[in-house]
Nanobody, 119 residues
Framework: QVQLVESGGGLVQAGGSLRLSCAAS????????MGWFRQPPGKEREFVAA????????HYADSVKGRFTISRDSAKNTVYLLMNSLKPEDTAVYYC????????????WGQGTQVTVSS
């Protein structure tokens, strides 16, 4: 059974940083990609970043390029999202997901963690 557990959300001032973590269990990750998505208040869920577990390829939404960095620790089966230069518009519930890096289809989701950026 796949389990994804996020942590690291919280309240931060604009310009600050946060690091989200997502610990995965129940699957060998080598053939998967892991992604971060977010859902701002009153809006649809949107893609943020993804990493291909084998090889470490990454890609980002334009809105976070240059500010956010996705990485993974194979020994810990954990993916991270380092968020710098945070803006109030980054406020959202952030979800990690496990699926296909190339198709963008994700089958397994975490429970989400709230990130609030105050101005």
């Amino acid at each position: 059974q796949v389990q994804l557990v996020e942590s690291g959300g919280g309240l931060v001032q604009a310009g600050g940083s946060l690091r989200l973590s997502c610990a995965a269990s129940g699957r060998t990750l080598s053939s998967y990609g892991m992604g971060w998505f977010r859902q701002p208040p009153g809006k649809e869920r949107e893609f943020v970043a993804a990493v291909k577990w084998s090889g470490g390829n990454t890609h980002y939404a334009d809105s976070v390029k240059g500010r956010f960095t996705i990485s993974r620790d194979s020994a810990k089966n954990t993916v991270y999202l380092l968020m710098n230069s945070l803006k109030p518009e980054d406020t959202a519930v952030y979800y990690c997901a496990l699926g296909s890096y190339y198709s963008g289809k994700y089958d397994y989701w975490g429970q989400g963690t709230q990130v609030t950026v105050s101005s």
